[in-house]
């Protein structure tokens, strides 16, 4: 590589990150509001620019952590974009990450440095995102609905104890779609993903239901 060539400047890299919650069986992302330009004022998916000193999930998490309060999150990198005028800046490439988390469990910074506003917002009811998050985030949840399928990454969302009937809303939320009970307990029982804790607790007002957690060592498995 020839650093003197003009074509290899200017150019950097953003790490964004579609953060999943299910809230009464309501799929939600976080998004955060602008406070500088570009973009200024538009709400947009967590992220920002690399540093030239981190790793790519490195600087993925310090974002998450400035622009929102949450640390010790998972996040799984699926994708890249890298449109030349996706940023009016300058060329930046964007590694794109999913992480799923339980929204009642964190408390979401209002305001940082870089950020006037963060909030959860259905997926249905995404306003206009800044740069191309719009397209992202549609990816994303594309990616979100394939890995609850065959991986265990509804973990991060149930990290105590659920009963079957809430497991199976957060899939039907997700997958937009109704499952039916007996085959979606049958299936999940039978891959030996949860433990029963002997506790019961009632969901939705029904008679009480027993409780589950996810196994400390599991192996992903199909679930549909």
Known sequence: MDKKNKLY??????????IFTVEQGITKVLLVKRKNEPFL??????????????????GAKREIFEKTGIKDIEIEQFDVFGKVDRSPVMRMVAVAYIGVIDSNKVQILRET????????FPINKV?????????????????????????TILKSLFPTCFSLPELQKVYEAILDKKLDRRNFRKKILS?????????????EGKKPA?????KKKIEEKKVF
Do not use: C, M
């Open 127 to 151: 306003p206009p995102l800044g740069y191309d998050h719009n397209e992202i985030l549609v990816e994303a949840l594309k990616e979100l609905q394939k890995k609850i399928v065959s991986s």
């Open 9 to 18: 400047k200017e150019q950097g890299v953003h790490v964004i990150t579609a």
């Open 41 to 58: 004022g538009d709400w947009i998916l967590t992220g920002g620019a690399l540093y030239n000193n981190e790793d790519l999930i490195n």
């Open 210 to 214: 027993k409780l589950y957690r996810f």
């Open 191 to 203: 891959l030996d993903l949860v433990e029963d804790t002997g506790d019961t607790a009632k969901f």
């Open 113 to 120: 440095l870089r950020t006037s506003n963060a909030d959860w």
